[in-house]
């Protein structure tokens, strides 16, 4: 888990884009049949398989065109329950701003 943090947002960006690869080979799926299947053009999955660049929707869409979505309700998990008395954490609000009359 530390070492996680010792990686860059890029670092990150390029693991990710070399995984999705390495999945579309295992499949034995070609960049034009994993673009289409995504419903993105194929510039955009070469320019993620070498760079790591994409936008999170379409990033999406090629996780579920591989059908490995698996993974996404872990990044952001609610936090956990302790007990039944403990208070749930209340959803914070910005404050009004005063009337300038």
Do not use: C, W
């Amino acid at each position: 888990m530390l070492n996680d943090y010792l990686k860059s947002p890029r670092d990150v960006r390029l693991e990710l884009a070399e995984r999705a690869k390495a999945e579309r080979l295992r499949q034995n799926l070609t960049q034009e049949a994993l673009a289409h299947a995504a419903g993105i053009s194929l510039s955009t999955l070469r320019r993620f398989e070498k760079t790591g660049d994409i936008a999170l929707a379409s990033f999406v869409e090629i996780a579920f065109a591989l059908r490995r979505m698996d993974g996404f309700d872990a990044l952001f998990p609610d936090p956990p329950v302790h007990s039944l008395f403990e208070a749930a954490p209340r959803e914070r609000k910005r404050a009004r701003r005063p009337d300038a009359s």
